[in-house]
Nanobody, 121 residues
């Protein structure tokens, strides 16, 4: 019900935009988040956005470089990633949560498949 796409291979300093399309209109009322899992590491919340779109959260490691946004009319959430670094290499997942704090990873219980982002040095 959540379809993430837009990953790929990019050189350090480059940009990518990830998209996550929800199949149901219901997700327009949910908090949405982007997580990532790098090899050998746990899955981390990278960015999140309140259902209304007027509040966002970013992990310290991506602040100033990544921007999360959503278009509820299209049931889609985006992650614009600029100034990419090799340490951003990971599988990125979008997720949705019907209730709770959008900045809390425990809020999320609907998951899309991952999309691979690889940043070469």
């Amino acid at each position: 019900q959540l379809q993430a796409y837009g990953g790929g291979l990019v050189q350090a300093g480059g940009s990518l935009r990830l998209s996550c399309a929800a199949s149901e209109r219901t997700f327009s009322t949910y908090a949405m988040g982007w997580f990532r899992r790098a090899p050998g590491r746990e899955r981390d919340l990278v960015a999140a956005i309140k259902w209304s779109g007027d509040s966002t959260y970013y992990a310290d490691s991506v602040k100033g470089r990544f921007t999360i946004s959503r278009d509820n009319a299209k049931n889609t959430v985006y992650l614009q990633m600029n100034s990419l670094k090799p340490e951003d290499t990971a599988v990125y997942y979008c997720a949705a949560g019907p209730r709770g704090n959008y900045a809390d990873y425990r809020t999320y219980n609907y998951w899309g498949q991952g999309t691979q982002v690889t940043v070469s040095s």
